[in-house]
T-cell receptor, first 113, second 115 residues
Framework: DAGITQSPRHKVTETGTPVTLRCHQT?????MYWYRQDPGHGLRLIHY???????DKGEVSDGYSVSRSKTEDFLLTLESATSSQTSVYFC????????????FGPGTRLTVT | AQSVTQLDSQVPVFEEAPVELRCNYS??????LFWYVQYPNQGLQLLLK??????LVKGINGFEAEFNKSQTSFHLRKPSVHISDTAEYFC?????????????FGAGTILRVKS
């Protein structure tokens, strides 16, 4: 258990509405990541953070923004949700002193209607 | 850019039979390699990793994988599967010099173990 929680776990929203997903960690890790999982694509990196207020884009960042105002929380925002953003979203952390692997949260299933 | 190919989208196998899930990656630069497992409606769990050293890596639940640099492959094997191994398996790679240790995942292989 890497001490990662995600909220909400499930959400249904309408096209055009803003949505924020939260990832919370209890172990004070520096690196945090947001992925989306879609059938046939595996997991794809959206954004990641390497410290408070330090973030960078991943492979599929268009339409998403992130914020990290404190070490334990990493927020993913869809400014205006679209049906193509229906997906399962996973947050992950990297334990810097544990050999580079990432540990994943339980996921958030988002449906945009 | 790095890419990962999992050659089989689904692998059906009978219980107690051996299984191999295939993974190839694109880059010849130094890499870290991982296999993750995802049980239905759960997050991803690390099965095993290759960072350096011995090319044969052992993981949890009796799985092992072999790193082959010349073939840029990292195939996952288990000599005898159980019903409980039914899950989706993901191969992932990170370039050693990648900023932020970004992982690139394959599309996944669904292992279906039949009795």
């Amino acid at each position: 258990d890497a001490g990662i929680t995600q909220s909400p776990r499930h959400k249904v929203t309408e096209t055009g509405t803003p949505v924020t997903l939260r990832c919370h960690q209890t172990e004070n890790h520096r690196y945090m990541y947001w992925y989306r999982q879609d059938p046939g694509h595996g997991l794809r990196l959206i954004h990641y953070s390497y410290g408070v207020k330090d973030t960078d884009k991943g492979e599929v960042s268009d339409g998403y923004s992130v914020s990290r105002s404190k070490t334990e929380d990493f927020l993913l925002t869809l400014e205006s949700a679209t049906s193509s953003q229906t997906s399962v979203y996973f947050c992950a952390i990297r334990r810097l002193y544990h050999s580079y692997e990432q540990y994943f949260g339980p996921g958030t299933r988002l449906t945009v209607t | 850019a790095q890419s990962v190919t999992q050659l089989d989208s689904q692998v059906p196998v009978f219980e107690e039979a051996p299984v191999e899930l295939r993974c190839n990656y694109s880059s010849s630069v130094s890499v870290y390699l991982f296999w993750y497992v995802q049980y239905p409606n759960q997050g991803l769990q690390l099965l095993l990793k290759y960072l350096s050293g011995s090319t044969l890596v052992k993981g949890i639940n009796g799985f092992e994988a072999e790193f082959n640099k010349s073939q840029t492959s990292f195939h996952l094997r288990k000599p005898s599967v159980h019903i409980s191994d039914t899950a989706e398996y993901f191969c992932a790679v990170s370039d050693r010099i990648s900023e932020g240790n970004k992982l690139v995942f394959g599309a996944g292989t669904i292992l279906r173990v039949k009795s």
